[in-house]
């Protein structure tokens, strides 16, 4: 009644939660059962700065998404909107990346906190991250941005 050369499986990205898998006995054609959980990743980002003026560029650094998932980088998230996408980058082998999804605070920014909501578009979650938007030192200008699209969707 042992086992031997069993292969593994990969647990798919909609699995959460209590699960169970069901052995059937080849000639006995008795099931034996296992119980597991599968866990929610809970992911970090780290901003590359506590904050700056217009203009400074935002980096991240990020732990916990899923083995090489593209990551989309938000502001102005609410209960129902998930915000504007800012950027994107892929995670490494073990869901991790440094120095990720450059992001220059526009000259429209008001002073205060800004939040980013970085997402992980395999295991859906989300780590949070805050800067302070400090006031500009005299007139900026810049030209509009163009709405950002993410390179690393599949189309």
Known sequence: GAFTNVPGFVIPFSLKGNQ?????????HTPATVNFDVLPYTPNAQPSTYGGRPGTAVTFYV????????????VGATRTSPGTMVGCFQTD??????????????T????????????????????????????????????????FTCSLDKK
Request: hydrophobic letters at 40%; zero cysteines.
């Open 93 to 106: 082998g073990q869901g991790n990346a440094m120095s990720v999804g450059s992001y220059a605070i526009p």
């Open 20 to 28: 169970t898998v069901i052995f059937i006995g080849q000639q006995s």
């Open 63 to 74: 732990g916990g998404f899923a083995r090489s998932e593209v990551v989309h980088i938000y």
């Open 108 to 147: 429209s920014a008001h002073p205060g906190q800004l939040s980013f909501t970085l997402t992980g578009s395999k295991s859906g979650a989300s780590a949070m991250a805050t800067i302070q938007v400090m006031p500009a030192l005299g007139p900026t200008q810049s030209a509009p941005a163009a709405p």
